[in-house]
């Protein structure tokens, strides 16, 4: 397993947010992005993790809510990549998946687009 510091981990959540359109980043709203070391423990291989209300359901009921949660977990990542290169990869994959749950694509979608 490659060892990566939390910092770094954090830094490449962040780089791969900031690969993410403009035109998409406008649209998310009230959305927070968190790194986690290690997931829930009934799913110890999860990798990310979107809790919220997709913008797609939200209705006028939607008002002073907290925040859509986002979270990236760095644990079973590292165990699961090989190099820093697929570490990277892997990031980049696990949080366009959790933004598309933002915008309402279910994994069915995000399988056939070919992030899984």
Request: net charge negative; with cysteine.
């Given at each position: 397993?490659l060892?990566?510091?939390?910092?770094?981990?954090e830094?490449?959540?962040?780089?791969a947010?900031d690969r993410?359109?403009?035109?998409l980043?406008?649209?998310m709203?009230?959305?927070a992005?968190?790194?986690?070391?290690e997931?829930?423990?009934?799913d110890?291989?999860?990798?990310?993790l979107?809790?919220?209300?997709?913008?797609?359901e939200?209705?006028?009921?939607?008002?002073?809510?907290?925040p859509?949660?986002?979270?990236?977990?760095?644990g079973?990542?590292?165990?699961?990549c090989?190099?820093?290169?697929?570490i990277?990869?892997e990031v980049?994959v696990?949080?366009v998946?959790?933004v598309?749950?933002h915008?309402g694509?279910?994994d069915?979608?995000?399988?056939a687009l070919?992030?899984?």
């Amino acid at each position: 397993m490659l060892e990566m510091t939390r910092e770094e981990f954090e830094e490449l959540v962040s780089e791969a947010l900031d690969r993410i359109p403009p035109e998409l980043t406008r649209l998310m709203d009230n959305v927070a992005v968190f790194v986690e070391d290690e997931p829930p423990s009934g799913d110890p291989e999860l990798l990310g993790l979107y809790e919220g209300t997709p913008l797609t359901e939200r209705g006028e009921w939607y008002a002073g809510v907290l925040p859509d949660r986002i979270t990236v977990f760095r644990g079973p990542t590292q165990r699961m990549c090989a190099s820093r290169d697929e570490i990277v990869a892997e990031v980049e994959v696990t949080v366009v998946h959790e933004v598309a749950h933002h915008f309402g694509i279910d994994d069915a979608r995000l399988h056939a687009l070919g992030y899984g």
